[in-house]
Each structure stands twice: as structure tokens, then as C-alpha cells.
């Protein structure tokens, strides 16, 4: 009896113990720290280059950037798994905080550059933002893993040397961001505007027929016309989240075009019923008014995270 309550809170305290370690998706740091390529998708020149220019960059400054790939978030958001695996890396000066991760994850398809208070200032979310999408996200897209990567480290470094006054002959290539106003984007802009006029010829075909005291009817072809132009809105909306992962842009033209939706249909009914009575028709329109050597040792010891930078999807 002893033997086996002995062995019940034995074995209790081995599952208490290994739980977290068998449930937790966060991999420790290689032994090189600084590039831990856990998805296999980068090449050994680009490990090398980004570990020798970390590393001097840790020398000179304290700042650590780390650059991480993982197959998948294991069912996080990517702004969950940055935040858990940074502070678990302390990536950065214990004091200073100065720490940046570039995360990708293959599975999933995003990524996000994670910086800590102390670079805050020097890598702003907006800055952040813009080096994912004119430096990063066109590569990724393209399934050019070391070219994206190899690119965005760069860009990332020469933020960071700039903020230290330390001279830097990192060189990365700014292409055109194509997150947003690439050919699909813009299509669907242009769809969207466009999908407002046939829909207001229709209704004003469909509502030449009724008598203008027929208010009833011309509020269901009011209705079901505002909830066509509707769908369409949110589908482009959704589609141009999908596409960035930005939510301020999707958001924008969200409200924006439902401004516009009701005006379009509700206003100018409302308009033309007032001036139709006189002038014996109806008018309709509209109008409107963001690496030389080391080892392990180098590992960081802060990893407080501010929260800042910029997520994306390729």
C-alpha cells in the first residue's frame, strides 16, 4: 500500500516536472544562437554571415538581433510565439533591452520582426512594418527564403548600427512593397469602386416601375441593393487582410466604402423622392468628402519584449 502511494506521487511529480518541457513548441537556442534555423531553409553561407555580423554587432553595441525559422507556430499566432520565444532566449542586454527577432514560420506563412523597449525607439512599428514589406515579404512570397531573409537581416542591422553610430557596410536591397498595391490589390480596389455603378443603374431600373408612393418596395430594392454592395466590401476587405495582414488598411476601406454604400443607395433615394415630386424624375450619385567567432556564450540575458514591430503574411 506505502509502495504504491509512494509510486502515485512519484510518478505525479515526474508528469508536474516533463509536462512543459513535452508541451512547450518553443525550441532552446542552437549553440550558435544567433541563427537557429529550425526549418531547414537557409542556406550555410547565410548562417554564417548573419552569426559573424551578429556577433560583432553584440561586441560593439550589447544589441543582439536573432534571426529564427520554425516549420510551425504549433497553433499560436505569430505574435504569441515571438513574445514566448524571445523572452525565453532573453534576446538583448539584460539592462538595455536591445533586442530584435526575425521570426518565419514556414507552415503557417508568416513572420514577424519582435523588438525590444530599448530599440524601440530605432525600429518604430511603422519602420518595422516597412522592412517587411519593401525588404522581406516580396522574397518570401517567391518561396526565397535566404534572399528574404538574408535581406530583412540586413536592413534590420543597419537600423541598428545607425543607433549605435557604428559604421556598417551592410548593404540591403529596398524593392517596391507589393503588400498592398501589387496587381491583386489594386484589382480589387478597382472592382470594388466599379461594382457601385451597375448595381445603381439596376436600382434605378428597378425602381422606375414602382410608383413614387410605393415606399415599401423601394426600400426592399434599397435593402437588397445595399447588401450586395455590402458583401462585396467585406469580401475585398477580408481579401486585402488576408493578403497583409495589416488590419489598418482593410479596416479603412471597410467603413469607407460602407460610407459610401449608404449614401449611394439610402441618401440618394432619399433625395431623389424629395426632388422627383417637382421636377418630375430622380438624380442618384455620390461623392466622398500606415558575425569573426563565439559560441553560445553569447546568448542574451534580457528578452523584454515591448510588444512593438511588425507581423505579415506571404
Not at 489598418?248 to 471597410?254: K, M
Not at 468628402?289 to 528578452?303: A, L, P, Q, R
Request: net charge negative; proline share 3%; with cysteine.
Amino acid at each position: 500500500m506505502k509502495f504504491l502511494k509512494f509510486s502515485s506521487i512519484l510518478l505525479t511529480s515526474l508528469l508536474l516536472l516533463f509536462f512543459p518541457l513535452c508541451c512547450s513548441a518553443i525550441n532552446p537556442p542552437t549553440d550558435r544562437f544567433y541563427i537557429n534555423d529550425f526549418a531547414n531553409i537557409l542556406s550555410d553561407e547565410t548562417e554564417q554571415y548573419v552569426y559573424d555580423e551578429s556577433y560583432k554587432l553584440h561586441s560593439a553595441t550589447k544589441a543582439q538581433i536573432v534571426v529564427t525559422t520554425v516549420p510551425t507556430l504549433e497553433g499560436k499566432t505569430v505574435e504569441e510565439y515571438a513574445t514566448e520565444l524571445f523572452r525565453s532566449y532573453g534576446i538583448g542586454d539584460k539592462e538595455k533591452n536591445n533586442g530584435i527577432l526575425l521570426l518565419v514560420a514556414v507552415q503557417e506563412r508568416k513572420m514577424r520582426i519582435e523588438v525590444g523597449y530599448g530599440l524601440e525607439g530605432a525600429m518604430p512599428d511603422a519602420k518595422a512594418g516597412r522592412i517587411r514589406d519593401n525588404y522581406i515579404t516580396p522574397y518570401l512570397k517567391e518561396n526565397k527564403w535566404d534572399e528574404g531573409i538574408l535581406n530583412g537581416y540586413k536592413a534590420i542591422y543597419q537600423v541598428v548600427a545607425e543607433e549605435y553610430s557604428l559604421d556598417s557596410d551592410v548593404h540591403p536591397e529596398e524593392i517596391s512593397s507589393s503588400s498592398f498595391f501589387d496587381s491583386s490589390g489594386f484589382l480589387l480596389l478597382m472592382l470594388q469602386m466599379f461594382s457601385i455603378f451597375p448595381v445603381a443603374i439596376i436600382k434605378s431600373v428597378i425602381e422606375s416601375k414602382y410608383k413614387s408612393k410605393d415606399k415599401a418596395k423601394k426600400k426592399k430594392v434599397d435593402t437588397i441593393c445595399f447588401i450586395i454592395l455590402e458583401a462585396f466590401t467585406i469580401f475585398v476587405a477580408y481579401s486585402l487582410y488576408n493578403s497583409n495582414s495589416e488590419i489598418t488598411l482593410p479596416i479603412f476601406i471597410l467603413i469607407f466604402f460602407t460610407i459610401m454604400n449608404y449614401v449611394l443607395i439610402f441618401r440618394t433615394t432619399a433625395t431623389s423622392s424629395s426632388r422627383g415630386h417637382y421636377s418630375g424624375g430622380s438624380s442618384s450619385g455620390w461623392s466622398s468628402g500606415g558575425y569573426s567567432g563565439g559560441s553560445s556564450s553569447s546568448s542574451g540575458g534580457g528578452g523584454s519584449s515591448g510588444g512593438g514591430g511588425a507581423s505579415g503574411s506571404f
